[in-house]
């Protein structure tokens, strides 16, 4: 497998979600009117944090690539704690269902329930957030030549906070997609959506397919709804002609943009390697050697 590639789809992902941070809930027109088109790691704004300083969709994705290292294997249990050992120190942004799911798993529910019991508990349009998807392509590293295997991890992954099947079988299909990048196969998208089948719910699959096929898929949400943020990630995540141009352009489309440059980012930055991601975003991220790092050791686990 291609390290460059690997290395860009952690790296890429950070590069997105700090990028998207310090405007974050801004309006396409309103990060205009304040950056032009924000390219450059930008200090303060949303959550008022230094530039280069990523949120929890990095934050989680360091929870699973750790755990994925050091386990050598795929062990939700051990990601939970992960996660409720970040969730403990105070995190800055956390989603309403991962923290609900979160402090569930710190009283007790295993790790398959937590999840489960919130979304039940949930009514739609809150339900079914993109907050597992964001942080799942570390899974893709050390499974990308075992489909069977990934999407079972992808979907557990996401079932820990995430139970909705819009998030688990999302979370299937972008791993997937990634793998086949990483792998670097002609029909990344369509091989995923074709892998899953009958499975995915029928509106990630009509919000997906028209992108697979290469066709226009018409207006482009910016919300925090798992179907939106991976229709409008991977399209830009899959058709930019560059790795930078692809997470610029989800981050000033506004709305939920760090989440949605961290997916983009993940995809854009497996297809293009990490050596197509600009150095003034990498220096700026004080996680770079230590994603680096997990990306490299991530291809020797399964």
């Known amino acids: 497998m291609d390290s460059d590639r690997t290395r860009g789809s952690l790296l890429g992902l950070a590069c997105g979600d700090a990028l998207g941070r310090p405007v974050e809930f801004n309006s396409a027109s309103e990060i205009s009117a304040e950056h032009g088109r924000l390219d450059e790691m930008a200090g303060h704004g949303t959550w008022n944090q230094p530039a ?15 755990s994925l290292v050091e386990q050598q294997d795929f062990d939700p249990a051990d990601i939970a704690d992960r996660f409720v050992a970040w969730y403990d120190s105070g995190p800055f942004d956390i989603g309403r269902m991962t923290m609900r799911s979160l402090s569930r798993l710190k009283h007790g529910d295993a790790w398959d329930e937590a999840g489960q019991y919130v979304w039940e508990q949930s009514r739609e349009g809150q339900n079914a957030g993109n907050g597992s998807v964001m942080r799942c392509p570390p899974l893709a590293i050390p499974y990308a030549s075992g489909w069977d295997r990934l999407a079972e991890v992808s979907r557990q ?51 997906l397919e028209p992108l697979a096929r290469g066709d226009s898929p018409g207006t482009l949400e910016t919300s925090g709804y798992v179907v939106h943020s ?14 930078e141009e692809a997470i610029v352009t989800a981050v000033n489309r506004g709305g939920d943009t760090d989440t949605i440059g961290a997916i983009a980012g993940a995809v854009a930055g497996a297809r293009f390697g990490a050596s197509q991601l600009p150095d003034r975003w990498l220096n700026a991220i004080d996680e770079t050697d230590e994603l680096e790092t997990l990306a490299k050791r991530l291809v020797d686990v399964a």
């Open 52 to 66: 280069g300083t990523i949120t929890d969709d990095t934050e989680q994705a360091l929870c699973i690539a750790r």
């Open 157 to 207: 992954a996401s079932q820990i906070t995430h139970a909705d099947p819009r998030c688990t079988e999302g979370c299937a299909v972008l791993n997937l997609t990634v793998a086949g990048l990483l792998e670097d196969v002609d029909t990344p998208l369509q091989d995923a959506l074709d892998y899953v089948g009958a499975d995915a719910p029928d509106e990630l699959v009509t919000a």
């Open 230 to 243: 991976l229709q409008t990630a991977l399209h830009d995540g899959l058709v930019s002609d560059s790795a």
